[in-house]
């Protein structure tokens, strides 16, 4: 029943009686507090506010369900030529202001689906209120600052509440009625397989239980009709007053054949004046409950909900980014001191480092004075620095004759005309030529096996290459 912890303060107002309760649900049982029942003065809008306001002012903020007297609504049972929940939306407007002399303006509309049938049809119970009820109890609410999140049927809540009390799971599946003797009001409802199939609401003197006994049996005649049909299985009695009950149970198993038991709650969950049932069933938590809230202000709370929704998302975003934000440019703070070190560090050793570029250079000038002659690792190293990342070099043969072989694989044909005027270039190298380029396929891959042939460049051209001496040095 419900959600875990889930709780709402339910109000009741019949006529000039008000009863008010906080119901909160927890692993699966039902606790209820602040119970508050009270007789008015009178029905005059100005005193319930009042009332209600001072009677609640001590309220926890809970989410407010109001209870709608069923006798202030018509049911009418219908059926309708489809079974998709949009459809059937749009048709009940038009078939409800069938069945009331009341524009569609004039009236709110609800509806519970009863039964679908093999051939598309939709059996549904059509609840009609008219819309000044429903604006005459916002009035007062709203008075007392009070705005509740639904406006429910209390005979809806009732079932709900009897379905969860009743208790074996196996009567569910039964059509079941349950009598809820309230302060002044009988209320009738059937439930068959956890669905609210049925209701009246009859006012009454409060002690004349033959005018209870007579309405029971006139209800169950209605549940028979042929537009109805509904055979019920058993009937349960709930009321504050527990004489009556009694009373009442005793002559209706005179009068009907049908099983008759009472709903037994805890002390804790029973009015001292009046029946609490509608109550603690309100706060059930049920897709197909009806809601008789005007559409308009559905419309609204679900866009302020809308709103604060992507507000809270908005916030959380940009909370996200100003910490990231702030992480990186932490970040970047402590790597400029890092770099503003380092660059301290090397303005510092800068002269040094440039006398020892020179010496460098003056050392390498001297190694290639001293080392003229070519040697093979001199001439495997810059072949390996021409040779581009994408060809590979598979043989490489070196003849002491002035020749060099070189073989390889290359993914175009124009790699490997490419890199002959490259190795041209070379300074131990010349007279490059192609001896063969052919297509192959290795491992699914069409690959172009050649293989070069290279001069070796003489010691005399060599050493005029690698060291540039000046004209009058040769000559002497």
Sequence with gaps: MGTKGKGYSSIEIVDNFFKSASVRLEAGSVSLSGVIEKELSDQKEETITKAIEQLCSNRQTLPFLLLLPRKLSTVRYIEVPSIDKKEIDNIVGFQAIRQVPFSLEEIIVDYQILEISPQGYTKIMLVIVHRDVIQKYLRILHGAQIYPEKI??????????????????????????????????????????????YSRSVSWDGNNCDTIVSEVERSIGDCNSENIKLKLARLLLFGANAEKIIIVKKQLEEKIKIPIAEIKVEKSLQGEKSSLLGLLGATKSQKETMNFLPRPIINKRSQRRKIKKYMTCALLISLILASVCGSFLGKIMVRKKYLKALNQKLEAIEPKAVRIEAMQKK??????????????LDILKDVYAIFPSDVSLTTLAYDKGNTLVLKGLAKEMSDV???????????????VISKYATKRKIEREELIDFQLQCGIVEKESFVRATVKVPQKQKES
Excluded: C, H, M
């Design 152 to 197: 429910l049927l209390n005979t809806q809540a009732i079932s709900q509440a009897g379905e969860f009390f009743w208790g074996e799971k196996k009567e569910k599946s039964e059509a079941v009625g349950i009598l809820d003797i309230d302060y002044r009001v009988i209320n009738f409802v059937v439930n068959e397989k956890g669905i609210f199939k």
């Design 363 to 376: 050392v390498r000038i001297i190694e290639k004075e001293l080392n003229i002659t070519a040697s093979p």
């Design 417 to 431: 005309f490419d890199l002959i005027p490259k190795l041209e270039k070379s300074v131990y190298l010349e007279n």
